[in-house]
């Protein structure tokens, strides 16, 4: 099975050259799928992986703005649609500088086993822009929405594909890409979530993969008879997820004692309570100031320029970006006594540092089940903008809960081995049954 595996991968970077993060991302699942290949004929006959690996489309395009001195500014966007077979095409919007076609592919492929894992009838797509949002005025910023989804648009809609925010995309550029998109269309529909509660957004949503972090991490903490109380908690990054990570760590009585951002992280060994996350949220969605600041003010530790993985903690959340946790971290970690960690970013940890985990036997969760509260509420936007009716915060709240529930569920029934759960089999294994199998369904399209 090896010499196949490393011949399916050696033909997949031929094809892929130059794609380090989308090929990354494919490796990661190989291992556990292939089995499963091996074993059924029809996957086999009807080259259901060969297929997987290939996006249904990949649509690439210029975009061409005026800044405040009228200068015109070229960026380059994207969408990759990357499998329907269970639904329309959905998934986030990424304005940054590091955004290209590898960035976007790794991000598309894991979406698909992602959005299978939430048994919502979601099928996967990214997509966004190498245009960087920061230092840029609210004109700018409306300018380039506008004209980025004015090439968009014609690939778009509520029962094709249905994007979403991500980095550097946020509540205020859904609203410019949705306006522009109602204009061009003249139609009021669900065509992007994340979109502000005055026209037809969820409640919670802003704050669902933060929440669906934790409520994963505390279904895998019973499974060895802990909780979150008095655990202390070590996170990365400062943006959306990580926030809401936060508040919702700080509900069942974790400590959390690191934020960061990419100047560096704070360190408070007195833990973030609700009024020191209020001034966070202050500090990074109003003011766009550097983490560096809360430091300042609460008089704690500032380390530059380093990664909060040698912190001691029970717990750690990679919530960043991309391939923030590497080998090296991860014997920090464990070194300190660290007994899980969660992916809040979408694969936050190289290879290698999961392998380490792995073999030594802790909690540990990958993204595409962890992190799948966000898309899971997105869903659930899609079904409320359909019905055109808005259920109550405590509504959503238990059908988000539900939802990470039953992907634990889905987890521990294919990942269960030896006394031990390994998550990310489970999530690879039962995402990938579920696509594969409506693949067959509808013959080779």
């Known amino acids: 099975m090896k010499n196949k595996i490393n011949g399916f991968l050696n033909n997949l970077i031929k094809k892929n050259n130059c794609q380090p993060e989308f090929i990354q991302s494919v490796s990661e699942i190989i291992p556990d799928i292939f089995p499963i290949i091996l074993e059924n004929p029809l996957y086999q006959k009807n080259k259901i992986l060969d297929r997987l690996v290939e996006p249904e489309r990949i649509i690439v395009f210029r975009i061409n703005w005026l800044d405040d001195n009228n200068e015109v500014k070229i960026n380059r966007g994207y969408r990759v649609q990357m499998n329907s077979a269970i639904g329309p095409y959905k998934g986030g919007l990424r304005f940054h500088p590091t955004v290209n076609l590898s960035v976007l592919k790794f991000l598309a492929f894991e979406q698909i086993f992602k959005n299978a894992l939430t048994t919502l009838p979601l099928g996967s797509g990214k997509g966004g822009s190498d245009f960087n949002p920061k230092g840029k005025t609210e004109n700018e910023i409306m300018k380039f929405c506008q004209a980025y989804m004015s090439e968009l648009f014609r690939h778009i809609g509520s029962d094709t594909d249905i994007p979403a925010g991500d980095i550097g995309v946020g509540r205020r550029e859904i609203g410019y890409l949705f306006g522009q998109y109602k204009k061009l269309k003249n139609k009021f529909t669900g065509a992007l979530t994340g979109k502000g509660l005055e026209y037809g957004g969820s409640k919670i949503r802003l704050k669902s993969t933060g929440y669906g972090i934790v409520y994963f991490t505390n279904e895998m903490l019973k499974t060895k008879n802990m909780d979150?109380?008095?655990?202390?908690?070590?996170?990365?990054?400062?943006?959306?997820?990580?926030?809401?990570?936060?508040?919702?760590?700080?509900?069942?009585?974790?400590?959390?004692v690191t934020l960061s951002d990419s100047n560096g992280f704070i360190y408070d060994k007195n833990g973030i309570t609700q009024e020191k996350l209020n001034y966070i949220l202050?500090?990074?969605?109003?003011?766009?100031?550097?983490?560096?600041?809360?430091?300042?003010?609460?008089?704690?530790?500032?380390?530059?320029?380093?990664?909060?993985?040698?912190?001691?903690?029970?717990?750690?959340?990679?919530?960043?970006?991309?391939?923030?946790?590497?080998?090296?971290?991860?014997?920090?970690?464990?070194?300190?006594?660290?007994?899980?960690?969660?992916?809040?970013?979408?694969?936050?940890?190289?290879?290698?540092?999961?392998?380490?985990?792995?073999?030594?036997?802790?909690?540990?969760?990958?993204?595409?089940?962890?992190?799948?509260?966000?898309?899971?509420?997105?869903?659930?936007?899609?079904?409320?903008?359909?019905?055109?009716?808005?259920?109550?915060?405590?509504?959503?709240?238990?059908?988000?809960?539900?939802?990470?529930?039953?992907?634990?569920?889905?987890?521990?029934?294919?990942?269960?081995?030896?006394?031990?759960?390994?998550?990310?089999?489970?999530?690879?294994?039962?995402?990938?049954?579920?696509?594969?199998?409506?693949?067959?369904?509808?013959?080779?399209?």
């Open 228 to 256: 979150l109380k008095d655990k202390t908690i070590v996170i990365s990054g400062s943006g959306n997820v990580a926030q809401y990570t936060v508040e919702k760590c700080i509900e069942l009585g974790g400590k959390v």
């Open 282 to 445: 202050e500090l990074k969605n109003i003011k766009h100031e550097r983490i560096k600041k809360y430091s300042e003010k609460f008089k704690c530790e500032y380390y530059k320029n380093q990664k909060p993985w040698n912190i001691k903690c029970d717990i750690a959340f990679p919530c960043a970006t991309q391939n923030e946790l590497n080998l090296d971290d991860a014997k920090s970690l464990i070194n300190n006594n660290c007994k899980c960690v969660v992916e809040g970013a979408n694969m936050p940890c190289t290879l290698d540092a999961v392998k380490y985990f792995l073999e030594n036997k802790i909690l540990y969760a990958p993204g595409k089940a962890a992190n799948a509260g966000g898309v899971s509420v997105s869903g659930l936007e899609i079904s409320q903008n359909k019905i055109k009716f808005n259920w109550s915060e405590k509504e959503v709240n238990k059908k988000l809960k539900d939802i990470m529930l039953n992907i634990h569920n889905q987890c521990l029934e294919k990942g269960a081995q030896n006394n031990y759960v390994n998550y990310l089999k489970g999530a690879n294994i039962s995402g990938f049954i579920k696509v594969a199998e409506a693949m067959l369904a509808q013959g080779i399209i």
